[in-house]
T-cell receptor, first 115, second 111 residues
Framework: DAGVTQSPTHLIKTRGQQVTLRCSPK?????VSWYQQALGQGPQFIFQ???????QRGNFPDRFSGHQFPNYSSELNVNALLLGDSALYLC??????????????FGPGTRLTVL | QKEVEQNSGPLSVPEGAIASLNCTYS??????FFWYRQYSGKSPELIMF????GDKEDGRFTAQLNKASQYVSLLIRDSQPSDSATYLC???????????FGPGTSLSVIP
């Protein structure tokens, strides 16, 4: 049973650049959520995708955008990178259709460093 | 007031002791509560979830929920050095709502 996968593992960018991170959910899951985790802090919710639409959004600027594809995989795009965007970006998948409790399972994360 | 708060830690316990981790939340509409374990440099791993008042046991782990007090805790019995990690408390209101995480508590189990 394939778990949540993310790519790339590590990424180094410079200020002002744009980045795209990718996530494939756990087999059978239909919902993808993205989180930003700064060093020493808990994950902060960015947004959630279900049925190819953004369903929930956290307190992040419009520079953060996403997409979900028909196969449930998802992308996170960040434009005009700032130094403060350096963090571990986590993708979590869940099954919205039948789950009562919203258990989320995380991928290994993408470590983004902005120089 | 932050939505989810946890003991800042670090918490140190000797091997074999009981580790007690605490979490409070502000939204009375919260329905599901999760404990994740995160090893340094790794992603969070779900270890327990609870949705009814009372205790839920799974092996050496016991989650306790008191909705009236807006409090959830995690007890780890017979703590092992391999339990040394950051423990994240998370809450959500519905099965499709965003999940809000606390800042985490660092636990160190001393051999």
């Amino acid at each position: 049973d394939a778990g949540v996968t993310q790519s790339p593992t590590h990424l180094i960018k410079t200020r002002g650049q744009q980045v795209t991170l990718r996530c494939s959910p756990k087999s059978g899951h239909d919902t993808v959520s993205w989180y930003q985790q700064a060093l020493g802090q808990g994950p902060q919710f960015i947004f959630q995708y279900y049925e190819e639409e953004e369903r929930q959004r956290g307190n992040f600027p419009d520079r953060f955008s996403g997409h979900q594809f028909p196969n449930y995989s998802s992308e996170l795009n960040v434009n005009a990178l700032l130094l403060g965007d350096s963090a571990l970006y986590l993708c979590a998948s869940s099954l919205r259709a039948t789950s009562s409790y919203n258990e989320q399972f995380f991928g290994p994360g993408t470590r983004l460093t902005v120089l | 007031q932050k939505e989810v708060e946890q003991n800042s830690g670090p918490l140190s316990v000797p091997e074999g002791a009981i580790a007690s981790l605490n979490c409070t939340y502000s939204d009375r509409g919260s329905q599901s509560f999760f404990w994740y374990r995160q090893y340094s440099g790794k992603s969070p791993e779900l270890i327990m979830f609870i949705y009814s008042n009372g205790d839920k046991e799974d092996g050496r782990f016991t989650a306790q929920l008191n909705k009236a007090s807006q409090y959830v805790s995690l007890l780890i019995r017979d703590s092992q050095p391999s339990d040394s990690a950051t423990y994240l408390c998370a809450v959500t209101k519905t099965s499709y709502d965003k999940v809000i995480f606390g800042p985490g508590t660092s636990l160190s189990v001393i051999p």
